[in-house]
């Protein structure tokens, strides 16, 4: 039988995601088990898997559990920490199949904003860092349709983590890419 496709998981076949190992890291696996045991992060993470948006689920949580805010946010905020690294053998696989001519997919359950974030680094073999920033123009003024003339920066704000500047002249603007 002529192998025609391959189709890989992302999680845990190309990337290794590991919540608990990295949670243990950085507060401890007591402290750990206590917020998993109090919080329903990976239900959360599996709405977000669906669908729902990362930030709004993220600020729902810290709404519903305030005692756990600051690992809630770690949540947000270090999550690519927590899909990575690549799995050697099964990259080393997908690399063979491909210089053989045999078409690679990946499929993946990340949600929207997450798949985003994992694919900025992935893509680019690890040389695209974070954080990332994201540059834009918004609010009224510019004779755009409603459509583009939104002010999200409130919304923007109220991601725990996540940091919003308004430069107000085109040197602050400069002041800010330095």
Same mark, same amino acid.
């Given at each position: 039988? +002529?192998?025609?496709?391959?189709?890989?998981?992302?999680?845990?076949? %190309?990337?290794?995601?590991?919540?608990?190992?990295?949670?243990?890291?950085?507060?401890?696996?007591?402290?750990?088990?206590?917020?998993?045991?109090?919080?329903?992060?990976?239900?959360?993470?599996?709405?977000?898997?669906?669908?729902?948006?990362?930030?709004?689920?993220?600020?729902?949580?810290?709404?519903? #559990?305030?005692?756990?805010?600051?690992?809630?946010? %770690?949540? #947000?905020?270090?999550?690519?920490? $927590?899909?990575?690294?690549?799995?050697?053998?099964?990259?080393?696989?997908?690399?063979?199949?491909?210089?053989?001519?045999?078409?690679?997919?990946?499929?993946?359950?990340?949600?929207?904003?997450?798949?985003?974030?994992? +694919?900025?680094?992935? $893509?680019?073999?690890?040389? $695209?860092?974070?954080? %990332?920033?994201?540059?834009?123009?918004?609010?009224?003024?510019?004779?755009?349709?409603?459509?583009?003339?939104?002010?999200?920066?409130?919304?923007?704000?109220?991601?725990?983590?996540? +940091?919003?500047?308004?430069?107000?002249?085109?040197?602050?603007? +400069?002041?800010?890419?330095?």
């Amino acid at each position: 039988m +002529k192998v025609s496709a391959v189709v890989f998981d992302i999680g845990n076949v %190309l990337i290794g995601w590991t919540p608990e190992q990295f949670f243990d890291a950085k507060i401890g696996a007591d402290r750990r088990q206590a917020f998993f045991d109090a919080v329903p992060i990976l239900a959360a993470n599996a709405a977000i898997d669906r669908g729902s948006p990362f930030p709004d689920t993220i600020v729902q949580l810290v709404d519903q #559990h305030p005692d756990w805010e600051a690992e809630i946010t %770690l949540w #947000h905020t270090c999550w690519l920490d $927590m899909v990575s690294p690549e799995i050697t053998r099964s990259v080393r696989l997908l690399r063979a199949l491909r210089r053989q001519g045999i078409p690679v997919f990946a499929l993946s359950n990340f949600g929207a904003e997450t798949f985003e974030i994992a +694919k900025a680094r992935y $893509m680019t073999g690890g040389q $695209m860092s974070m954080p %990332l920033v994201i540059r834009t123009a918004n609010g009224g003024g510019s004779r755009f349709g409603a459509q583009h003339s939104q002010s999200v920066e409130n919304w923007a704000m109220m991601i725990p983590g996540l +940091k919003v500047v308004a430069p107000s002249s085109p040197a602050d603007v +400069k002041g800010l890419l330095a």
